[in-house]
């Protein structure tokens, strides 16, 4: 009885610390080509943006995706500012950086 009693103080302690501080998990962030803040512009003609400019907002964890996308506001579509995700691998290898953004 008297180990037990023993072991509950030593576990206790460090189970209550978690919880209290709700500690989140560790994420593992894919290698990517660009950061926030990076403007884009496609290579591959076939996109509907070709010609049109992508600022890289963010870098997400997509559930409709099924893995990290990248979230970008793309200018000059039809006059409107348009937001989309678009999948890491398909951004990476279809787009080249543009320097300066445009405002």
């Known amino acids: 009885m ?12 460090t189970f209550a610390n978690a919880v209290y501080h ?4 560790k994420i593992n962030w894919p290698k990517t080509k660009y950061e926030d803040g990076m403007c884009i ?3 591959n003609t076939s996109w509907e943006w070709y ?4 600022y890289v907002q ?7 995706l099924d893995g990290f996308a ?8 039809t006059g409107v500012e348009l937001y989309d995700l ?3 691998p398909a951004i990476d290898t279809n787009t ?3 320097r300066p953004c445009p405002n």
């Open 2 to 13: 008297r180990y037990l009693i023993l072991i509950a103080a030593i576990v206790a302690p």
């Open 22 to 25: 709700n500690e989140k998990p």
């Open 41 to 43: 512009t496609p290579t």
């Open 51 to 54: 010609g049109q400019t992508g």
């Open 58 to 64: 963010d870098i997400v964890y997509s559930k409709y």
């Open 70 to 77: 990248y979230k970008i506001k793309i200018y000059g579509m």
């Open 86 to 88: 678009f999948a890491i």
């Open 96 to 98: 080249a950086q543009v």
